[in-house]
């Protein structure tokens, strides 16, 4: 088995441990960093989106994952700001104003640096300007907004709406998700996506940056 | 008149099935060795890091109307509306877990110990839903009257945030019951500060005025159903 596909299967099997001395290898070895990045410890973590979606792991296992990725990232992020290398994009995620609910949040979150995006994670009850501010001044091109109350869901239109009002909305793009939150929902308040589940949210993502 | 209640960590550990639940994994489920260690160790952080503390205050009818209607910005009709006025008791909590297993929870984020953290997070969100419960069984307990007295009544708790409680309810339950004493604030967002808190009314009565149908405006958006469950457990016990 090469160097990549033991990075791989280490990440798959959430060992860090495995992932950060194996990447170390891999750099040795004279791999580019952009490589071992995106064959191993993004292809690895596309494998575990995939199960997940499928139900054939649990939320824990993807998080050990994340860990075993993030382990890996710490070796090659060095060369790759060196190489100056960019994130396929930026997106601000955020639970909305009144809700402390983030497990979802956090799994989007994970999910989407697995896949290669830069994440500003605002944590919970983040108030509409901030999404709207943070997505500005960070020049990220999705606002993702998470809620498990119905009490809370009417933030995420005030957000919505803010975009609009300070003309953002041809390139910040908005997507909601949460246990009460629906397609019909999102398109009610005019955000651009809804992702019914984490992984969801991830491929909608990508289709919002790539559209 | 409040009153301040302790719990031990070991009265409001909240049981395997729960925390997996939380965490999407359902009853049943055969999970890894890895999670199963994970789980031993979240629990371990709880035993080390939780501080389980409450409150209640009883409350009539008339202060416990305006606390409910707050500023204004419940739903036309809710449970807890309809609820109450039948209520023979009623009492404001407010229970915690403290501040320091939420800082423990934000510190294995921020060291990207995301699978320990999360766990952690679970845990402790159904112990401090197990810390309400407990509470809510020692205030039933405490009422007066025997077995056969208390037959066919029940105490049920409901929060604002909920079943059409506007949240911002919190603001007139923080100033009645001030559980600033026991370490617990509220933010502007009406969020309570340790973020493991959970706070509500308890509302004792004859066992049939807490069943409702689900057919609220906002039923239809609710994606847990809960109150079906709880419905359901009332005829159980």
Same mark, same amino acid.
């Given at each position: ?84 290398? $960019?994130?396929?994009? @930026? /997106? %601000? ?6 809700? +402390?609910?983030?497990?979802? !949040?956090?799994? *989007? #979150? ?43 869901? $009417?933030?995420?239109? @005030? /957000? %919505? ?6 003309? +953002?909305?041809?390139?910040? !793009?908005?997507? *909601? #998700? ?34 | ?237």
């Amino acid at each position: 088995m090469s160097v990549l596909a033991e990075i791989k299967d280490g990440l798959v099997c959430g060992d860090d441990e495995r992932v950060s001395e194996l990447t170390q290898q891999a750099i040795e070895q004279g791999l580019s960093p952009q490589e071992i990045l995106s064959e191993s410890l993004i292809g690895g973590m596309t494998i575990v989106g995939e199960r997940f979606k499928e139900h054939e792991i649990f939320l824990p296992d993807v998080l050990l994952a994340a860990k075993a990725m993030h382990a890996g990232m710490e070796v090659l992020r060095p060369l790759l700001i060196d190489a100056g290398i $960019p994130s396929i994009g @930026k /997106v %601000v995620l955020g639970s909305v104003q009144g809700d +402390l609910h983030d497990i979802g !949040k956090n799994l *989007v #979150g994970i999910l989407l640096k697995g896949a290669g995006f830069e994440v500003i994670d605002l944590g919970n009850d983040v108030a509409p300007q901030s999404f709207v501010d943070a997505a500005k001044e960070r020049g990220a091109s999705v606002i993702g907004m998470s809620a498990l109350l119905t009490t809370t869901m $009417p933030t995420m239109a @005030k /957000v %919505v709406d803010l975009v609009k009002e300070r003309k +953002l909305d041809s390139r910040i !793009k908005t997507i *909601v #998700g949460g246990a009460p939150v629906s397609e019909m929902f999102a398109r009610e308040i005019g955000a651009d996506a809804y992702g019914f589940d984490a992984a969801n949210a991830v491929d909608r993502v990508k289709s919002l940056t790539t559209a | 008149m409040t009153e301040v209640l302790t719990f031990s960590t070991g009265e409001v550990e909240p049981d395997r099935d729960s925390v997996l639940q939380n965490q999407g994994i359902p009853e049943g489920a055969t999970v890894t060795d890895e999670i199963e260690r994970l789980l031993k160790s979240a629990i371990g952080a709880f035993h080390e890091h939780g501080k389980p503390v409450g409150m209640t205050g009883e409350i009539s009818h008339v202060d416990f109307g305006a606390v409910y209607q707050g500023e204004g910005r419940n739903e036309d009709k809710t449970p807890v509306g309809d609820i109450f006025r039948r209520a023979e008791r009623l009492a404001l909590f407010v229970v915690t877990l403290g501040e320091r297993i939420c800082a423990r929870i934000d510190e294995l984020f921020r060291s990207s110990d995301y699978a320990l953290a999360c766990m952690l997070d679970s845990v402790a969100s159904a112990a401090a839903d197990k810390t309400a419960e407990v509470l809510q069984e020692r205030y039933a307990d405490s009422r007066s009257g025997s077995k056969t007295e208390n037959e066919g009544r029940a105490v049920l708790r409901y929060s604002p945030g909920y079943c059409g409680w506007h949240i911002s309810g919190q603001r007139g339950l923080f100033e009645f019951l001030h559980p600033e004493e026991i370490g617990v604030s509220l933010k502007e967002s009406f969020l309570m500060q340790p973020l493991k808190s959970v706070s509500g009314v308890l509302i004792a009565g004859a066992r049939e005025i807490h069943e409702f149908e689900d057919s609220y405006s906002f039923c239809a958006e609710c994606a847990t159903r809960g109150c079906r469950e709880r419905i359901r457990a009332l005829y159980r016990e």
